[in-house]
């Protein structure tokens, strides 16, 4: 059985075979999820952070508080799943969305944790802001191929990460750097063994070479 690495995913039990795994908590309520599995299984790094879907404009500066609590509490957890949505109705707008995620990367910068990052519509926005976060390790979930990876994403330390739906895209993984690539199964934790499948397939890899190197990059970015 294969120890397939998965760099984004939400709370939910292990499928047989899932390898080492971020499993992202998108709110306060959610953050307690994926506690309890990481406390369960030393394949999880949680990651805490409030999803721009789940940003409240009046909570969001008190949940910080909270959430540096459980960054605490777990010396090897990452932030996030945070980012900008220009996707979504409803929800707060960019300049408070712009605010929250500059709390949350200024939080990985000072306690040295990797960050996860959400991105609807507003790539450009976002790689001006990582800009100004050179030193942040950070996975770029649900890479769509919106910008030019070695110009317009300068750090080495930002991961690209594609799933199922990315991969419809014909020649997205080939456009990542190998150094770069990971893969995520998102909301779906049992499409994990059809995507490395498909991924190696389309990079002519075999499944345990590609397991291996996402596992190297997701290492590369955790805390230490
Ligand atoms: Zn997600």
Known sequence: MMNL????????????????????????????????LAEGDENVTPFFGIHPWRLNP???QEEMRLLESFLRRF????????????C????????VQKEALKQHLELAVRLDRPATLHCCRAWGTLAGILA???????????????LNPAAQLPSGNWLLSVGLREMERPGILSSIPRQ?????????????????????????????ELAALVADNMEKVSAR
């Open 132 to 146: 100004e976060f050179p030193a942040l390790k950070a996975v770029l979930h649900g890479w769509t191929g919106a």
């Open 88 to 95: 979504r109705r409803g929800i707060p707008g960019l300049p």
């Open 58 to 60: 009046d909570t969001w």
């Open 180 to 208: 770069r690539l990971a893969l995520e199964s998102d909301e779906h934790p049992e499409a994990l063994p059809e995507l490395y499948r498909r991924a190696a397939q389309a990079l002519s890899m075999k499944e345990e």
């Open 75 to 86: 010396p090897r957890a990452g932030i996030g799943e945070t980012g900008l949505d220009k």
């Open 5 to 36: 690495p998965d760099a984004h995913t939400h709370p939910a039990p292990a499928i047989p075979g899932a390898g080492p795994r971020f499993i992202c908590g998108t709110c306060p309520a959610d953050w307690e999820q994926a506690a309890l």
